[in-house]
């Protein structure tokens, strides 16, 4: 099957179905993996835009991920060839060059182990998808983006009948 | 490893005009302004901080104060300790022996032997600075003073923006 | 920090304002388990810090932000503050809660409550950074709206992911019923905190942590917390609390008959469904947003268009909102709602301390008692929406006839001998409905320690609990009866210490405790707690145990304000509930019988273990309290 | 960059003049430290470059005097300024590409007994436009010593400040260079000349107050108000003491944001004391030339001012020598 990641679905004409910026994705991520409440040691993040735009964002399981190639150790490595890009903690020393190259700041060096942290999909069947209440984060696979990215486009290029430009014109 | 300082590079607004490199140097010899340098004196001054191109992107080469830090480990004098406080790996050049292992375990070659002293020298953050000297050399703004995490969030905001393609709700 | 496996932090900040010193106590063990958090903390803290007769005003007054051993760890809904301070508007023991982000990043940042006293000779603000705290000049953000301060401080701190606790020129101003704006959304309101916060020069608390609140025994936190998310499948009122939010009991106001509209001359408002929750939803909600970890998310996200151009988004508007800028001054227009309502927040008013002092104003102008000149030209009749704008304006700035509103109506009652026309109970307004036709309702309201307050007990228990129920649980089937006058007083007293469970955790009301069945309110108010607490903090909790503790903050509080000359007198509901019945509505012609009240009120105090005559708790029960001290 | 003040900060491969931008590849900036950093696709060492942007930066200024001189001198063939057919000839062969042996007026300006550090230095052969291309024509990669590029630089300045002498007798005729007013024995002088006239800066007139007060009574002091009158008090200076300038031991204090001025001075046998100082520390070599080499060869030099240093006490330092 194809590269999986965390990926947020939202429909902005339901205000049920949309981040609320609750962050309990946060705090699930950071009490899964390390046992404690600290939102700042999670993987996944909301990033709060204002006037109601509340984006999370985590891992984009990149084709041919920077933070692979750049890592001097090693650390980050793919198990199956198409599987998430895992930190390997003992080889991890801490550089934060992957930090530096990583496009989305997924990955991020953990406050208290001092070694890289991103998101592992926990092991196959992601928590935060589990947990959140508003359930827009869903397990897609990687490139589903661009397909999502080309409807809205090619909708934006046809006229309505009214001679309304599509929705996503503007 | 909390929230404390480290030195965050931005290539987009590096113009390698190498001030950086000569502050540092400047430093290294205990001066304050270039004109005040002996021509007749060789001394080099150690080399602690590089600018290299990467595939055409400005890179600093320097010591990333990594948090197991592998210099820590080969130090066969102990002289290279990494301080939590403020999250840097500290050389201490009286203790240092001059063996050089440091430079050979170090993934980023920041590491280099210093001529005048027998011993070994990098990047220690000016310890003794409330800025460090390349920062304040920096007239960009390409290198600054921030925690990695704050990197990594600017970077989600920037690209959780492009993801609602800039609308934020109108 | 190794005195608690979890859950607290271990550390206070006590701040001086007047010499700007810091101090970092630890928190004993003991102290944690009598007093828990959140109320429990503050209710000491003020307790021990303050002595009788202070002006709530001056230097020596005390605020507290306290958080609870809950607060921070991934519990769901656990992320409510308690602001607590002495009361400009009660004079006696006042708290707010809000929720939001900023509890648990206090618990990051490693601090289980703060104490702020003194007053600053210019204006700052507190800016805790990771356990390092400083006091910062604020000369430049003072006089700012809430919003343009959050922003002017994110810049000036250079990170986004900051979480404040600011005033706006509300409390700037000493407008008694100043409220705190957490974070631009969540307010704590009542009893006038931001006031003291104004008095005291400080026009904001910065917090930023990134410190592990550590769990105890992680494993069966994690069964608390999916025994939690079981609970909340299939449960009616949080089905219905996520789609409309609390606007929902606008509905269920009405079919009552319980609004309290023009002043409480009005039990029943016609055009109802134009304020309903559903019109909110259809054309004005954005999304429905949640406090930190809420499963629920019954937070609304409004967007009112102002003119062409600009929209103004706002944390949505609550049932609260529409009761007190709808119902009170008759103004029936969810666009005129959102506009005072954004109002408010942004100057960091509370909306029942305007909205109940402008409607008390244009009862007396209908009335006659006030005339033209007075209310500076203005024709204060109910449903006067622009006036009432312009007043919001003139008792932020205190200009002309605001300075008077922006006493409140206990003072306005006084200064315009209309003490009748003052609806409030220890100086704080009434707020969520009139319970003249509701018995318990009433005594809830009346002897709530922070003045009338609908959060301090959960006055519809009679409305769904069973016969057999009571008597399990109250010794009485009568207590399912919402006339009879048998069993309430054990009825309300319990579920007084019940809720301030929930203060002391730092869990949400709502989300966490309100239920529609008896039984699903036991399991998670007590027993779920119980088990998050011993989980998270790695101390033994029981049940009874719990209980005690809300019944010792409560006790405490009590005492406060019986220090502070509150006695029996003071938990009487206003004349207007006893001598005028209910103009319309079901509940037509009901009023509340003094001598009846009488007899709830012995029931009550006898069900506490005070002294029925003066409301002081006896002897035995403070040594069964272990509150003998002083 | 949060405590800026504590550390000014200017380009410090300006300051120092090892910031090479004289083609595409570049900009390159060779570090003071490590002869070989600085990545130079034409490989020319710290010398050659601290001279190349000498050189650069006195070429564009001599175009400006140049311009400035072309249109005086046209000026003057107008009706009622009468000027010998011969020198009017001489003067407009002060331009021109093609002029060949030396030109009279030159050696007029600069006779061989008053000045001979300018011929030591580097006499200025026929015109300037010829100077110019000689010293263009030494561009890389045909590789030139950077100490003969110095005395092209030299030649240059030396040219420019006749053309400015020869324009200011045409366009001030008055003023007669013979009243400068010299003591009978010969004395160390001190001349303080701003051409920063249209730019006013307290700063620059707060410090010459000051270097007046410092200097009054060890030596004898003259304002001049440009360079231009340097060659007529040099001639003056021969003609009442009978010594050269360099053996006067006269100091020239130049406050002026081009180099021209100072370093024609400096060739003439003033001993030069710029402000601001002249990028030229980036190479030992050259530094070395113009301070001690100088100093032995021909009895005055270039006084370096060290940034912190007052320039009074330089002055001061270099009048007790």
Avoid at chain 3, 32 to 60: H, M, N, Q
Wanted: net charge neutral; charged share 25%; with cysteine.
């Amino acid at each position: 099957m194809a590269k999986q990641r965390v990926g947020y679905f939202e429909d902005r004409q339901d205000p049920e179905a949309q981040c609320s910026r609750c962050r309990m994705c946060e705090l699930i991520c950071a009490f899964y993996h390390h046992r404690v409440g600290n939102p700042r040691r999670a993987r996944i993040r909301v990033v709060a835009l204002g006037k109601g735009a509340d984006i999370p964002v985590s891992c984009l399981n990149c084709e041919d991920a920077p933070c692979m190639t750049v890592c001097p150790t090693g650390a980050l490595q793919r198990k199956e060839a198409d599987g998430m890009v895992l930190v390997n903690e003992d080889v991890c020393i801490g550089c934060s060059m992957c930090v530096s190259v990583c496009p989305a700041g997924a990955v991020t060096l953990d406050p208290v182990d001092g070694t890289a942290s991103k998101c592992d999909l926990c092991g196959g069947e992601p928590r935060c998808v589990a947990y959140c209440p508003a359930k827009v984060l869903r397990l897609t696979d990687a490139d589903l983006i661009s397909r999502k990215r080309m409807r809205t486009y090619a909708r934006s290029l046809v006229h309505t009948e009214e001679g309304k430009p599509g929705e996503d014109r503007k | 490893m909390k929230m404390t300082k480290t030195l965050v590079f931005r290539p987009e607004r590096c113009l390698m005009c190498l001030s950086c490199v000569l502050a540092c140097e400047l430093k290294a010899v205990g001066m304050e302004d270039p004109r005040d340098l002996d021509p007749n004196s060789t001394r080099k001054a150690p080399r602690r901080l590089s600018m290299a191109l990467a595939g055409g992107t400005p890179w600093p080469q320097r010591c990333r104060h990594c948090a197991q830090a592998p210099c820590e480990e080969a130090c066969i004098s102990g002289s290279i300790v990494r301080d939590e406080a403020s999250s840097t790996v500290r050389h201490s050049p009286e203790t240092c022996v001059g063996c050089g292992t440091c430079r050979l375990v170090c993934p980023f070659n920041a590491i280099f032997r210093d001529e005048s002293g027998d011993c070994m020298t990098k990047c220690n953050l000016c310890p003794d600075d409330v800025v460090p000297r390349c920062v304040c050399a920096c007239q960009t703004g390409a290198l600054t003073l921030s925690s990695g995490d704050r990197q990594a969030q600017e970077k989600k905001r920037s690209y959780a923006r492009e993801m609602i393609g800039g609308r934020g709700n109108g | 920090m190794a005195m608690f496996q979890g859950g607290y932090a271990g550390r206070f900040l006590y701040v001086d304002l007047t010499n700007g010193s810091l101090q970092v106590k630890p928190l004993e063990r003991d102290f944690a388990l009598k007093y828990v958090g959140g109320r429990g903390f503050s209710a000491r803290i003020l307790y021990d810090g303050l002595r009788p007769g202070a002006d709530p005003l001056s230097p020596e007054n005390l605020i507290v932000f306290a958080a609870g051993p809950l607060s921070g760890t991934p519990l769901p809904s656990a992320s409510r503050l308690v602001v607590a301070a002495k009361s400009p508007m009660t004079g006696g023991i006042g708290d707010a809660s809000s929720g939001g982000y900023f509890a648990p990043e206090m618990k990051y940042a490693g601090f289980d409550a703060i104490s702020v006293t003194g007053r600053s000779p210019k204006p700052v603000y507190l800016w805790i950074d990771d356990g390092k705290a400083q006091l910062r000049p604020a000369a430049h953000l003072w006089g700012k709206r809430i919003h343009a301060t959050s922003v002017a401080l994110k810049a000036e701190i250079g990170d986004e992911d900051i979480h404040i606790c600011a005033i706006g020129p509300g409390g700037e101003n000493l407008v008694r019923y100043a409220c705190i704006v957490t974070d631009e959304e969540g307010v704590g309101a009542r009893t006038g905190m931001g006031a003291v916060m104004g008095s005291k020069n400080l026009k904001a608390v910065v917090v930023r942590g990134s410190q592990d609140v550590r769990i105890a025994d992680p494993d069966r936190f994690q069964e608390v917390i999916d025994a939690y998310r079981k609970t909340l499948e299939g449960e009616a009122w949080t089905e219905t609390l996520r789609r409309l939010g609390t606007p929902n009991l606008v509905a269920h106001r009405q079919k009552l008959g319980i609004w309290g509209a023009r002043n409480f001359q009005q039990a029943t408002i016609a055009e109802w469904e134009r304020i309903s929750g559903e019109a909110f939803r259809e054309s004005y909600l954005v999304k429905a947003m949640g406090c930190m970890g809420c499963m629920v998310r019954c937070r609304r996200y409004s967007a009112l268009p102002d003119g062409p151009a600009e929209t103004l988004y706002m944390k949505g508007p609550e049932y609260e909102t529409i009761n007190a800028l709808g119902a009170k001054p008759y103004i029936i227009d969810p666009a005129f709602i959102l506009q005072a309502h954004y109002l408010c927040d942004e100057y960091g008013i509370d909306e029942h301390g305007a909205a109940s002092a402008i409607s008390m104003a244009m009862e007396l102008y209908e009335r006659g008692i006030l005339k033209k000149g007075d209310t500076d030209g203005e024709e204060l009749v109910f449903g006067n929406g622009e006036a009432f704008l312009r007043l919001i304006d003139k008792i932020v700035y205190r200009k002309g006839f605001g300075d008077l509103l922006a006493e409140g109506t206990r003072v306005m009652g006084r200064r315009l001998h209309a003490e009748p026309y003052a609806i409030h109970i220890k100086g704080q307004e009434v707020d969520a409905s009139d319970p003249r036709s509701l018995v318990t309702r009433a005594l809830t309201f009346g002897v709530a320690t922070r003045g009338s307050c609908h959060l301090r007990g959960f006055p519809y228990i009679d409305e769904f609990i069973k016969p057999e129920e009571g008597l399990k649980y109250f010794g009485t089937a009568a207590v399912s009866d919402t006339k009879a006058l048998e069993g309430k007083g054990k009825l309300v007293a319990w579920s007084e210490d019940w809720i301030t469970i929930a203060n002391l955790m730092g869990l949400c009301i709502f989300a966490w405790y309100r239920s529609r069945t008896f039984s699903m309110l036991i399991h998670r108010g007590l027993d779920l707690v119980r088990e998050a607490y011993t989980a998270a903090t790695g101390l033994s909790m029981t049940g009874e145990n719990l209980l005690r503790c809300g019944e010792r903050a409560y006790n405490l509080e009590k005492l406060f304000n019986l220090r502070e000359g509150m006695g029996r007198e003071s938990d009487y509901p206003p004349a207007r509930f006893f001598d005028e019945p209910m103009p319309d509505g079901p509940g037509k012609g009901a009023h509340l019988d003094r001598a009846d009240y009488e007899v709830l009120l012995n029931d009550y105090y006898r069900a506490r273990g005070w002294d029925p005559a003066t409301g002081r708790p006896t002897p035995e029960k403070l040594k069964e309290l272990e509150l003998a001290t002083s | 960059m949060a405590d800026r003040e504590a550390h000014p900060v200017g380009c410090g491969y300006g300051l120092l003049g090892l910031c090479c931008v004289s083609c595409l590849q570049g900009p390159c900036r060779i570090s003071p430290f490590d002869e070989t950093a600085g990545g130079r696709p034409c490989s020319q060492d710290r010398d050659w470059i601290v001279a190349n942007n000498l050189m650069e930066r006195v070429a564009r200024e001599s175009l400006r005097t140049m311009a400035n001189y072309r249109k005086v001198l046209e000026g003057a063939s107008g009706p009622g300024k009468r000027i010998f057919a011969s020198r009017r000839k001489a003067m407009r062969l002060l331009l021109s590409p093609f002029s060949q042996g030396p030109n009279p007026l030159l050696e007029e300006l600069f006779p061989e007994e008053a000045f001979p550090s300018l011929h030591a230095l580097g006499f200025p052969r026929d015109s300037w436009l010829t100077e110019l291309l000689d010293a263009a024509a030494g561009r890389p990669p045909e590789r030139r010593e950077s100490e003969a590029i110095l005395t092209d630089a030299i030649r240059l300045s030396a040219v420019a400040l006749a053309a400015g002498a020869l324009a200011r007798e045409l366009t001030h005729p008055s003023q007669d260079p013979a009243e400068i007013a010299l003591p009978d024995a010969p004395s160390p002088l001190l001349i303080l000349i701003s051409d920063e006239e249209g730019l006013p800066d307290e700063d620059r007139e707060v410090l010459i107050g000051r270097i007046d007060a410092a200097c009054r009574n060890q030596v004898k002091i003259y304002r001049l108000p440009s360079v231009a009158f340097l060659p007529a008090f040099g001639r003056r200076v021969y003609e009442k003491w009978g010594i050269p300038l360099s053996m006067a031991r006269g100091i020239a204090v130049i406050f002026s944001s081009s180099l021209t001025p100072g370093l024609a001075a400096l060739a003439l046998g003033f001993s030069l004391v710029p402000i601001p100082g002249y990028p030229i520390q980036g190479s030992p070599l050259l530094e070395n030339i113009l301070t001690q080499k100088m100093r032995t060869s021909l009895g005055h030099a270039y006084l370096k001012v060290s940034p912190r240093e007052d320039p009074c006490d330089a002055i001061l330092r270099s009048l007790t020598i």
